[in-house]
């Protein structure tokens, strides 16, 4: 998959994919990261790409022209470029979003910075609007790294034990369960008995049980969203009766 930024800040992006499962997945060519500035599109003399807005108010306004020719230039590495332009205007980023995003063999994203970019680069260039939550942050690069690394990690090769992937939080509508590692008894307490058990079918129904609980204090509208099945409805009438005794 390639993914083609287009930030006033380039080095931003390039440098934090640079690290850990990303930069192993650059490494091993499962992911393309390039980044371009539209300053270096400008026609400005001192390579200016931002002016005030028409109508009043604060703040700068990104130039259409020069972003315009920098999502040009990167659209052209593909014959199927999806083009996104972060933005708090924008939908909200899912995982069902990074599934479908990770289909996609050529992402171009933008990213604004100041009070935003001139509506007609969105007209023009823009194939959808995300958001990756109800606040206001000072530019795209964020978000466009969240969705880049998000969208990475699903595809295939990128993590070590394809697994990974679907027992995330959220793979399954459930946050995931606690998890833990060596020692098993330490100064800060113990690994609960039936992590160590060895048996399969009841370490299953301990790690979704505990994912209901968490979800159910943490995310009670993604139980109402789900399906229950009959031994998930059970645990969880055993999780409430526990609750109130
Ligand atoms: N004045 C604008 C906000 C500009 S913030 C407004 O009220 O809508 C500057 C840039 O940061 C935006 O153009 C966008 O690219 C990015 N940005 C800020 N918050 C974001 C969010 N929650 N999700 C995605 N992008 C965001």
């Known amino acids: 998959m390639r993914f083609d930024v287009i930030s006033l800040f380039p080095d931003l992006i390039k440098n934090a994919f640079a690290y850990g499962v990303t930069g192993r997945?650059?490494?091993?060519?499962?992911?393309?990261?390039?980044?371009l500035n539209p300053r270096d599109f400008s026609t400005d003399i001192n390579g200016r790409v931002d002016d005030r807005p028409y109508g009043g108010g604060p703040g700068m306004i990104i130039q259409a022209e020069p972003m315009i020719t920098a999502i040009k230039e990167a659209k052209k590495n593909s014959e199927n470029p999806h083009t996104i332009l972060m933005s708090p205007q924008g939908k909200?980023?899912?995982?069902?979003?990074?599934?479908?995003?990770?289909?996609?063999?050529?992402?171009?994203?933008?990213?604004?910075?100041?009070?935003?970019i001139d509506q007609r680069i969105i007209d023009s260039e823009i194939d959808e609007e995300c958001s990756v939550g109800e606040y206001i942050l000072s530019g795209g690069e964020i978000p466009a790294l969240v969705i880049m690394d998000s969208v990475s990690r699903i595809i295939e090769g990128v993590l070590g034990d394809p697994d990974s992937v679907l027992n995330d939080t959220f793979s399954d509508g459930l946050l995931k369960h606690p998890q833990y590692t060596r020692p098993e008894?330490?100064?800060?307490?113990?690994?609960?008995?039936?992590?160590?058990?060895?048996?399969?079918?009841?370490?299953?129904?301990?790690q979704l049980k505990q994912s209901l609980i968490k979800t159910k204090e943490n995310r009670p509208d993604l139980l109402k969203d789900r399906a229950l099945n009959v031994e998930e409805e059970g645990l969880l009438e055993e999780i409430m009766s526990e609750e109130k005794s």
């Open 25 to 35: 997945a650059i490494k091993k060519k499962k992911i393309t990261v390039d980044a």
């Open 92 to 116: 909200i980023f899912c995982q069902d979003k990074a599934k479908e995003l990770s289909k996609v063999e050529h992402l171009v994203i933008v990213c604004g910075r100041y009070e935003g």
């Open 185 to 206: 008894s330490s100064k800060y307490g113990k690994v609960p008995k039936v992590l160590l058990s060895g048996d399969h079918e009841l370490i299953r129904k301990w």
